[in-house]
């Protein structure tokens, strides 16, 4: 059985695009995004989500370093591909 599903993308009204998807991440990944939240709220002056986080860092990150080799990873390893978070909150 293929359990991969092409999300759906949307348009924003700001211009921007979105797409929903789940991926499974261990849990010292999720306590550093906690941590990449913790620097945009105190940076911003305002409670920041997890997905806000994830967000800024894949806006944040060098284009060149964000692109992966399509269709010969394994979704896991594209996943253990993503940035590593580091910085304090």
Do not use: C, F, Y
Not at 12 to 19: H, K, L, M, Q, S
Not at 53 to 75: G, I, M, W
């Amino acid at each position: 059985m293929n359990d991969r599903v092409t999300p759906t993308m949307h348009a924003t009204p700001d211009g921007e695009a979105e797409i929903s998807l789940v991926i499974r991440l261990p849990w010292e990944d999720v306590a550093r995004l906690g941590q990449e939240a913790g620097r945009l709220a105190s940076q911003m002056q305002r409670p920041v989500t997890l997905d806000e986080a994830v967000s800024n860092r894949l806006r944040t990150r060098p284009a060149a370093a964000a692109h992966a080799k399509p269709a010969e990873q394994p979704a896991t390893a594209a996943v253990s591909a993503l940035p590593r978070l580091t910085g304090t909150a």
